[in-house]
């Protein structure tokens, strides 16, 4: 595997349900990142780990609970959803603080979320 | 906080012809990053190209070139010889060297006409 993965690439679950979403990326990155990506809304920004300190959006819903186990992985609980949390869910990793001034972020290919 | 807007929705290009996306953003700090990324149709974001806001040069990667206007805060994407796959979504995002924040433009959908 090279890059970022996403696992599941579809998920559809029930407002009742629990499941959670993996992310491994495969570049040596310290830093991993959650995104929310609906229809016609820029890119949200949920969550980051940053050489291994968690920095949160306060404006996440506590149904969406992130892990990071080491700089490796990276996963996101989801439990009673709610419709409107149908979207597309990114993970994406980045080098920070090692003097290369370069900031890109590597995006894995997504999971497309259901909640019926 | 800074913004980034995208206010072209959509844009289309006929194949081989050359197409300028638009992106302005706000921002009160002199040193940042600024991004493009295209998403095709399989979801995967991939980086475009890259500028340094305290470099005056034009960052280009092949047939892809920016136009960086920083006292505008304008920072366009040109797309030459356009090909049929570069049809996608394109966003471009602002970093702050300060934090871990990448914002996001609200994407342009780039159609290539053969």
């Known amino acids: 595997e090279t890059g970022v993965t996403q696992t599941p690439r579809h998920l559809v679950m029930g407002m009742t349900n629990k499941k959670s979403l993996k992310c491994e990326q495969h570049?040596?990155?310290?830093?991993m990142y959650w995104y929310k990506q609906s229809a016609k809304k820029p890119l949200e920004l949920m969550f980051v780990?940053?050489?291994?300190?968690?920095?949160e959006n306060n404006s996440v819903p506590s149904r969406f609970s992130p892990e990071c186990p080491n700089s490796s992985h990276l996963f996101l609980h989801l439990h009673t959803l709610q419709p409107e949390d149908s979207a597309l869910y990114l993970c994406a990793s980045s080098q920070e603080r090692t003097g290369t001034r370069s900031y890109e972020q590597y995006f894995g290919p997504g999971t497309r979320l259901t909640v019926t | 906080a800074q913004t980034v807007t995208q206010s072209q929705p959509e844009m289309s290009v006929q194949e081989a012809e050359t197409v300028t996306l638009s992106c302005t953003y706000d921002t009160s700090e002199s040193d940042y990053y600024l991004f493009w990324y295209k998403q095709p149709p399989s979801r995967q974001m991939i980086l475009v190209i890259r500028?340094?806001?305290?470099?005056?040069q034009n960052a280009t990667e092949n047939r892809f070139s920016v136009n960086f206007q920083k006292a505008a805060k304008s920072f366009s994407l040109k797309i030459s010889d356009s090909q049929l796959g570069d049809a996608a979504m394109y966003f471009c995002a602002y970093r702050s060297p300060y934090n871990n924040d990448m914002r996001f433009g609200a994407g342009t959908r780039l159609t290539v006409k053969p």
């Open positions: 500028q340094e806001a305290y470099k005056q």
């Open positions: 780990y940053s050489l291994e300190e968690r920095v």
């Open positions: 570049l040596g990155h310290n830093a």
